[in-house]
């Protein structure tokens, strides 16, 4: 098995550039240099996170690149794997993103309880968030979204990633529980520079 982050970076006009990183223990194990069938693999599965978002997301909100990286049990350390621009995805919704740091909020069980992993997801569009609350499609997406994002996923050429987290402090893998919540009311998020506090 092969433990990898994997992250998504994508900017909105209003919110800036704004990072979510994912955690999967992937089989069977990756060879030690990428080949095609890998990085289809990734794109897939990156594009099973995505694309429930984006029916929430404003038109200027874009994705732009994907970062894998390998963890060595051995150094202790992510190693970059594998990485890519990203072209043509972006929301779906003419109208203007909610101000910078407001997101949606997915949070997730773990196996053997404890703290929840969470995911904020930035440059959701007005439509979608009217008076503090996120509404209609908004919340369709993130439910969507939590779904794919706490199910184990299949790639096409056989590759199998579980999610989970990982706990910096003692640096062990956490496998993801099966149940998520979704908050109706829109949380803020306070805005980092890119490669702070992931």
Do not use: C, H
Not at 10 to 32: I, K, L, R
Not at 65 to 76: F, G, M
Request: glycine share 10%; aromatic share 10%; hydrophobic share 45%.
């Amino acid at each position: 098995m092969s433990n990898i982050r994997m992250t998504i970076s994508s900017q909105s006009a209003s919110s800036g550039e704004m990072q979510n990183v994912y955690y999967f223990n992937m089989q069977p194990n990756v060879p030690a240099i990428p080949t095609s069938a890998e990085r289809l693999a990734f794109s897939e599965r990156m594009l099973e996170l995505v694309n429930p978002l984006l029916p929430a997301l404003d038109n200027t909100t874009n994705f732009f690149a994907r970062r894998v990286e390998l963890w060595d049990n051995t150094a202790k350390t992510w190693n970059l794997y594998a990485e890519s621009s990203l072209v043509g995805l972006a929301g779906s919704l003419i109208t203007d993103a909610v101000s910078g740091g407001v997101a949606g909020l997915v949070s997730a069980s773990l196996v053997g309880g404890g703290r929840s992993g969470r995911k904020f997801i930035g440059g959701l569009s007005e439509d979608v968030v009217q008076n503090g609350n996120v509404v209609g499609a908004g919340i369709t997406a993130l439910i969507d979204f939590g779904l794919a994002w706490i199910t184990g996923f299949t790639s096409t050429n056989g590759y199998i990633f579980y999610t989970q987290i990982f706990r910096v402090a003692t640096e062990a893998f956490i496998p993801m529980g099966v149940t998520f919540a979704v908050d109706t009311i829109a949380s803020y998020q306070r805005r980092r520079k890119p490669g702070v506090g992931i």
